[in-house]
C-alpha cells in the first residue's frame, strides 16, 4: 500500500494564477481533509470529506474548493492564488471519526505564492 | 508556556533519558485528544491517542497523562532515542466534531 499520495510535491505559483492539489489514498478510507501548516502554527482544518460526492467546510475554507468524487480521491483547488496561501499543505485519510481515529497523513505539498 | 512568534518550544534531552512534552488544550467540551509526531519535511504521523474518560494510556516507549482537572496533557517517552527527534503536537476533538483543533508543537531533540 502507497497509503496518502500527494502531488504536486513543490510548486510556485504567481498571485491570480489556479492549480489543483491531488490527494490519493489506497487505504479504502470514508474521511479524507485537506490541512494548511504554516511556521510556528499547528494544522489547520481546510475542507473535509465524509464520503464519495460529500464535502464539507473545515476551520479556514475561504480561498480553496474541493471535490470528492472518486472515494479515493480528494481534489484541493485554488481559483486565484494570493500571497497569504503559501504553505505546506498535508491531505489526511481515516476509515473513521471519533474513537479511535488515526489519520494518515501524506508527505504534503509546499506551495508558494509570489 | 509557548513561545511567542515563530519559533516552537524546544526541549533537549540524552539519549537514553525520559521526554515529557506537555500540552495544554483550551475547550473543555473536548474529549478525544491525540498525539503527533511530524519529522522535518514529512507528514504527521499518529503515535497515541486517549478519551476523556482516561488518565492513562500507554503505547511502545510512550505514555499519554490526561489532567481534564487543568485541561493538561503530556507525552511521555521512554528511552529517547536520537531517532526520536521530531516536532511533537497534540491535537483536541469533541467526539462527533470533524474539526480538531491542533497546537502549535514542541520540538524534541535528542543529543547522542
Known amino acids: 500500500n502507497a497509503g496518502v499520495t500527494q502531488t504536486p510535491k513543490f510548486r510556485v505559483l504567481k498571485t491570480g494564477q489556479s492549480m489543483t492539489l491531488l490527494c490519493a489514498q489506497d487505504m479504502n478510507h470514508e474521511y479524507m481533509y485537506w490541512y494548511r501548516q504554516d511556521p510556528g502554527m499547528g494544522l489547520r482544518l481546510i475542507h473535509y470529506s465524509v464520503g464519495e460526492g460529500t464535502t464539507a467546510k473545515g476551520e479556514v475554507p475561504d480561498g480553496y474548493n474541493v471535490s470528492r468524487l472518486k472515494k479515493q480521491n480528494f481534489l484541493l483547488g485554488l481559483e486565484s492564488a494570493a500571497p497569504s496561501q503559501t504553505s505546506v499543505y498535508f491531505c489526511?485519510?481515516?476509515?473513521?471519526?471519533?474513537?479511535?481515529?488515526?489519520?494518515?497523513f501524506g508527505p504534503g505539498t509546499r506551495l508558494l505564492v509570489l | 508556556g509557548e513561545s511567542v512568534g515563530l519559533h516552537l518550544p524546544t526541549l533537549s534531552v540524552q539519549e537514553g533519558d525520559n521526554s515529557i512534552i506537555n500540552c495544554a488544550y483550551s475547550n473543555s467540551a473536548s474529549d478525544y485528544f491525540i498525539w503527533y509526531k511530524q519529522e522535518s519535511g514529512k507528514g504527521p504521523q499518529f503515535i497515541i491517542d486517549i478519551r476523556s474518560n482516561m488518565d492513562k494510556r500507554q503505547g511502545q516507549r510512550v505514555t499519554v497523562l490526561l489532567n481534564k482537572t487543568v485541561k493538561h496533557l503530556s507525552l511521555q517517552i521512554a528511552a529517547t532515542q536520537p531517532g526520536d527527534s521530531a516536532v511533537y503536537f497534540c491535537?483536541?476533538?469533541?467526539?462527533?466534531?470533524?474539526?480538531?483543533?491542533f497546537g502549535r508543537g514542541t520540538s524534541l531533540i535528542v543529543h547522542p
Open positions: 491535537a483536541e476533538k469533541r467526539e462527533g466534531s470533524y474539526i480538531p483543533t
Open positions: 489526511a485519510s481515516s476509515l473513521r471519526t471519533g474513537w479511535p481515529e488515526t489519520q494518515y
